[in-house]
């Protein structure tokens, strides 16, 4: 089974923190993405990532950086928190998979839901 | 670009009767795919169906289907003899030509009500 884990399910950061958002595939899944969810809003993708150092910006980039590193792990940083971030935040992954047409799923992870204080 | 429009926020069934989530799309790209997700309030997100644009069928798993039509630009999610555990967020999304990401709606809660 494919497995998205990210590094916490609850954070509580104050203004002006920098915040670090962990998010590791076990998959070997070449794509990663970085979604926010708010109420009323469904999905918002912030950025994403087709290969290792590389990144794609999403919707809603502003206030947010993306590093990877690794193939497995995608980190959203937030490099000066602000009470409108306040929100879950879902990553995901998927397989590039040419082949397979557009069938091409996206596995998420639990969700990180951040408060900024 | 593409966009996924769900009018309904919020929607009651009964338990045991079927029920549709609407769900309509726009896109210039003349091949493309549609998904629909769960989410229960525990909140991870459960890949249900997928249709793609050229499929002949309406696609079903189990107890869903997609009542996909093309020319109306809408792909409706069927859920048939719904049960508590249906009660989530449910998320029409698309994605387009290209390695692309999945585009989403702002979802539809459903309740089934006992």
């Known amino acids: 089974d494919v497995k998205v884990t990210q590094s916490s399910r609850y954070l509580v950061k104050r203004t002006g923190e920098k915040v670090f958002l962990e998010c590791v595939q076990d998959m070997d899944h070449e794509n990663m993405f970085w979604y926010r969810q708010d109420p009323g809003l469904g999905l918002r993708l912030i950025y994403f990532?087709?290969?290792?150092?590389?990144?794609e910006k999403g919707d809603i980039p502003e206030g947010y950086s993306v590093s990877r590193e690794k193939k497995e792990r995608f980190s959203l940083i937030l490099e000066s928190a602000s009470t409108n971030q306040t929100s879950m935040y879902l990553c995901?992954?998927?397989?590039?998979?040419?082949?397979?047409?557009?069938?091409?799923?996206?596995?998420f992870g639990p969700g990180t839901r951040l408060t900024v204080l | 670009a593409q966009k996924i429009t769900q009018t309904q926020p919020g929607m009651f069934v009964q338990e045991k009767e079927a029920v549709t989530l609407d769900c309509t799309y726009d896109?210039?790209?003349?091949?493309?795919?549609l998904f629909w997700y769960k989410q229960p309030s525990s909140g991870e997100m459960i890949f249900l169906i997928y249709?793609?644009?050229?499929?002949?069928q309406n696609a079903t798993e189990g107890r869903y289907s997609l009542n996909f039509q093309k020319a109306r630009k809408s792909a409706n999610l069927v859920i048939s003899a719904s049960q508590l555990g249906d009660s989530a967020m449910y998320f029409c999304?698309?994605?387009?030509?290209?390695?692309?990401?999945?585009?989403f709606g702002k979802g539809t809660r459903l309740s089934v009500i006992a």
């Open positions: 999304a698309m994605r387009g030509s290209g390695n692309t990401p999945l585009v």
């Open positions: 995901a992954s998927s397989h590039d998979s040419p082949g397979q047409g557009f069938y091409n799923e996206q596995f």
């Open positions: 896109t210039s790209d003349p091949s493309y795919g």
């Open positions: 249709q793609g644009s050229y499929d002949q």
């Open positions: 990532s087709y290969d290792v150092k590389m990144k």
